[in-house]
């Protein structure tokens, strides 16, 4: 019959074949502990990202950071906005807090902000700020494999902790560690228009 509304416990056809009802999209933010890996499963059985949000749909976490490194992590079901924010071309920004083995050195900020070729392929931060002698905070729009690592290694430090505290203009200082909630509509809208908190 045209124009019957459909309820959740009827059974759509078309043309004798059953046409599944669409997913709702759903939205998570996550501050992601250390030792646990961005990905829905694990083959080595250690805990994920997806194990730490309780979630009726199946969502994914959008980028990575890798295990030992911690902070914020979006998890969704929604593809193009998922590719957005990981595509360069987004140009969405994230900010981490960088803790190194020893003191900062006007050099080691420098080489950060121009840039440092590794295997071939330039690595460069959009924006270096040092809060401490030990302690940075590392702006990028790139984002590639474990990037910050990889730069701070080629210049002799290493890191001792990463903590990503910004997507865009997305941020929570208030979250806990492991802990996760649900992204509001005026912050999808705002990480939509490639927003940027103000600093």
Do not use: F, W
Not at 18 to 40: D, W
Not at 151 to 168: C, D, H, K, Q, S
């Amino acid at each position: 019959m045209l124009g019957r509304r459909v309820v959740a416990t009827d059974a759509v056809c078309v043309d004798g074949a059953p046409v599944g009802i669409a997913e709702a999209l759903e939205y998570k933010l996550l501050n992601k502990p250390s030792g646990v890996v961005s990905t829905a499963k694990d083959p080595h059985g250690r805990p994920t990202v997806v194990d730490l949000v309780p979630c009726a749909s199946r969502i994914y976490p959008v980028g990575r950071l890798d295990a030992e490194s911690e902070g914020l992590l979006i998890l969704t079901n929604d593809g193009p906005l998922a590719e957005y924010l990981m595509h360069p071309r987004g140009g969405v920004e994230k900010e981490y807090l960088v803790a190194i083995d020893r003191k900062a050195t006007p050099q080691l900020i420098g080489a950060l902000r121009r840039g440092i070729e590794i295997d071939g392929e330039l690595l460069i931060a959009k924006r270096v700020g040092q809060l401490s002698s030990h302690t940075l905070r590392i702006v990028l729009k790139q984002g590639r494999n474990r990037q910050i690592r990889r730069m701070i290694a080629a210049n002799g430090y290493e890191v001792t902790r990463l903590v990503r505290t910004r997507i865009g203009s997305l941020t929570d200082p208030a979250l806990p560690p492991g802990q996760s909630r649900d992204i509001t509509v005026d912050e999808l809208i705002a990480l939509r228009a490639g927003g940027r908190s103000a600093r």
